[in-house]
């Protein structure tokens, strides 16, 4: 199956990357799974690593969410690399209809935690027509 290709985690709660990760493995659904504790993390790993989908935390040290994105932005125009599809996952739905959210072309989604089944259908089909465009 791995319709979702390499998945990268970008979360601050090992529990949550955990969960998501064990999730994903157990629906077949990825191809690989790589974890990053912060948005800067996160970085280096798309330096060395192609990926096709970031699963994001909004909230976190170091670099948040919506650094990461201003910084993945920049590091797409520098480099050329192919930007992954972005989904954000937060542990609530006050971001739902925000303007950082809604506004920003590399946002294609926003889940809340923990990842579920449906969820990961969700992704599995979005990840077909992403890759059909």
Request: charged letters at 25%; one cysteine or more.
């Amino acid at each position: 199956m791995h319709e979702l290709g390499k998945v990268l985690l970008v979360d601050d709660d090992a529990a949550h990357t955990y969960l998501s990760a064990r999730a994903l493995c157990k629906a077949n659904a990825i191809e690989q799974v790589f974890e990053a504790e912060n948005g800067s993390r996160a970085l280096e790993l798309l330096l060395s690593e192609a990926m096709d989908l970031i699963l994001l935390d909004v909230n976190m040290p170091v670099m948040n969410g919506y650094e990461f994105l201003e910084a993945l932005k920049k590091l797409v125009e520098t480099t050329g690399i192919i930007p992954p599809t972005v989904v954000l996952m937060t542990t609530s739905e006050k971001y739902e209809g925000s303007d950082r959210v809604t506004q920003n072309p590399m946002i294609k989604g926003l889940l809340t935690k923990p990842l579920t089944n449906d969820q990961i259908n969700y992704l599995v089909s979005f990840a077909g027509v992403e890759r059909q465009v």
